[in-house]
C-alpha cells in the first residue's frame, strides 16, 4: 500500500521543483543559524543566492561525520535549544558518538516517513507491530514505534534482548509485522527453535530489516526460516534515523529514498566527482525540510547506486540499490579489496552452512591472514572430521573462486559465534597498522 500517494508518486518534474524550493530554504537556513556551514560555504566562495538549480548542489563542499565530532555535542544545530524535543545519538565504535536533534515538526516528519516505509512493506491499521529494534540513543526503536503509531497499527515496544520472553509474546499477542536487524531476526528464530515454537505458526506476514548490511541469500534464508515477506530499510542517524529509504514489498528490488525529504548523490569516494546513475559508489545525503539539524550533502561512507527506472509500485522516487558495505569496512587482504558482504553471498550459497559467520584478519610476517568462522547446522556437526574438512575446502574454493582472495575456513559449532541483538560484528581485525 501507498501510505501518502500523492507525494510518494510525484512526476519526476514536480518532484523536483519541490526539491529546489525546499533545498533553497535549507541553504539560506542553515547560513544564516550554523556557524560551521556559514564558515565552509564562505571558504568554497559559495553563497545561498548562488542556489539556483538543482545542480548547483555540487558546488557546495561535503559534510564529514569528523565536522559532527568537532561540533560535539549540539553545534551544528540550527534552531535553538528550546525548539528540540528530542536528542539521540549513534554509539560509533570510535571516538565521541555523533549527537543528532529532532523538533517537533521533525518527529512529525519523521513518523510519515516511517509510516510509508511499513505501509511498504505490507503493513496497515489492523496489523500488530512486533519491534524488537532497540529503544533509547539509537534511531531504530522510537523511529519504527512513532511511525507505527502515525499508521494506526498496534505496536508492541518489545526492543531488543530477553530473547525467550520475545518468543513468548510473539506467540501470546500474535504479532503479524516483524521490525529488527536481519542478523537479530535470524537469531530469533533460532530460539524459537529452541522453545519448541515453529514460526510457520506464529501469525507474521512481513517483516522489516535493516540496520546493518545483509544480502540476498540473507533475505531468502529469514523468508524461510520466518515465513514472511522481508524487506530492507535503510536509514542513519545524521540523516534522519530508519526511514530515509525502504523497499516495495512488490519488486524488492531496491530501496525507494524518501525525496520529497532528502536529495541522493552518489560521489566517488576519493575524487569527490558526482557519479551517473548506476555507477557505484558513496552515498551522499542533503536534507531539504529537517529544521534542528539539517545536513547538507553528508557522506555516509556507505556504498550502493541509484537506480531511477520505473518501478512496478508505482512510486516515482529513486531506488537505492542494497547497501554492500562501507568504505571503511572494505576489508584490504593481500591487495584485494573485500567486503564482508561478498563473503556472506559465498557463504550463503552453501549447503549446510548457517547464516552466523565472523571474519578475522591478522597479520603474520607482514602478510595478511583472513580466517572466515563459520557455523555448520547440527547435522552437519555431527558429521566426520572428513566430511567437515571436504566443507572447509569448498568454501575456501568458493571463495577463492568468486573474490580472488584465499581464505583460511574454520567450520566451528552451532551456536558458537556470539548473537547480537542489534548490528551484528562481522569482523574482527587483528592487524595493526
Ligand atoms: O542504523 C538507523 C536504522 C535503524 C536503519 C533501523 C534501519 C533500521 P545508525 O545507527 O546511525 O542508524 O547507523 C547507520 O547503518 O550508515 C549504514 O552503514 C548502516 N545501515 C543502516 N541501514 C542499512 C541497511 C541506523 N538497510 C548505518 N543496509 C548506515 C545496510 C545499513 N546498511
Not at 171 to 189: E, M, N, R, V
Not at 422 to 431: F, L, P, T, Y
Request: charged content about 25%.
Amino acid at each position: 500500500m501507498i501510505y501518502n500517494i500523492e507525494f510518494e508518486t510525484l512526476p519526476r518534474e514536480a518532484l523536483e521543483a519541490i526539491q529546489l524550493r525546499r533545498l533553497q530554504a535549507t541553504i539560506e537556513r542553515v547560513y544564516a543559524t550554523v556557524p560551521f556551514y556559514r564558515k565552509k560555504f564562505q571558504e568554497a566562495g559559495v553563497t545561498p543566492s548562488d542556489i539556483k538549480t538543482l545542480n548547483d548542489l555540487q558546488r557546495l563542499p561535503f559534510t564529514y561525520k569528523q565536522d559532527l565530532r568537532d561540533n560535539y555535542p549540539f553545534g551544528m544545530f540550527a534552531v535553538p535549544m528550546d525548539n528540540v524535543v528530542r536528542i539521540h545519538a549513534s554509539s560509533g565504535t570510535t571516538g565521541k558518538p555523533t549527537v543528532v536533534g529532532y523538533t517537533a515538526r521533525d518527529i512529525s516528519t519523521w513518523s510519515e516517513l516511517m509510516a510509508r516505509a511499513l505501509a511498504a512493506a505490507g503493513a496497515s491499521r489492523g496489523d500488530i507491530i512486533h519491534n524488537a529494534y532497540g529503544y533509547g540513543l539509537f534511531t531504530g526503536g522510537l523511529g519504527v514505534h512513532y511511525g507505527a503509531e502515525r499508521l494506526g497499527a498496534s505496536v508492541i515496544p518489545i526492543s531488543g534482548g530477553n530473547t525467550k520472553r520475545q518468543i513468548l509474546i510473539m506467540k501470546d499477542f500474535g504479532p503479524t509485522i516483524l521490525t529488527c536487524t536481519p542478523s537479530y531476526a535470524l537469531h530469533l528464530a533460532e530460539v524459537a527453535g529452541e522453545v519448541g515454537v515453529d514460526f510457520k505458526d506464529l501469525r507474521f506476514k512481513a517483516g522489516i530489516f535493516g540496520a546493518e548490511p545483509w544480502s540476498e541469500e540473507m533475505r531468502q534464508e529469514i523468508e524461510r526460516k520466518l515465513h514472511l515477506s522481508a524487506v530492507d530499510i535503510y536509514g542513519l542517524s545524521e540523516v534522519l534515523g530508519p526511514g530515509v529509504a525502504v523497499e516495495c514489498a512488490e519488486a524488492k528490488k531496491g530501496l525507494h529514498i524518501a525525496e520529497d525529504h532528502f536529495i541522493a548523490e552518489v560521489i566517488h569516494p576519493e575524487t569527490g566527482e558526482t557519479l551517473p546513475y548506476g555507477e557505484k559508489g558513496e552515498l551522499v545525503f542533503t536534507s531539504i525540510t529537517k529544521e534542528a539539524f539539517p545536513v547538507i550533502r553528508y557522506r555516509t561512507r556507505d556504498i550502493s547506486s541509484l537506480n531511477p527506472e520505473p518501478c512496478i509500485c508505482g512510486r516515482s522516487h529513486v531506488r537505492m540499490n542494497r547497501v554492500t558495505g562501507r568504505t571503511d569496512d572494505m576489508l584490504i587482504i593481500r591487495g584485494v579489496n573485500v567486503f564482508p558482504s561478498q563473503i556472506e553471498s559465498v557463504l550463503m550459497e552453501i549447503e549446510g552452512v548457517e547464516p552466523h559467520y565472523q571474519l578475522v584478519v591478522d597479520r603474520e610476517d607482514n602478510l595478511d591472514l583472513l580466517t572466515v568462522m563459520v557455523e555448520v547446522g547440527e547435522d552437519a556437526f555431527s558429521d566426520e572430521v572428513r566430511v567437515l574438512q571436504v566443507l572447509e575446502k569448498k568454501i575456501s574454493k568458493n571463495i577463492k573462486e568468486y573474490l580472488g582472495v584465499s581464505a583460511k575456513v574454520k567450520l566451528v559449532e552451532p551456536k558458537s559465534i556470539a548473537r547480537s541483538e542489534g548490528k551484528a560484528q562481522r569482523v574482527i581485525d587483528n592487524r595493526k597498522i
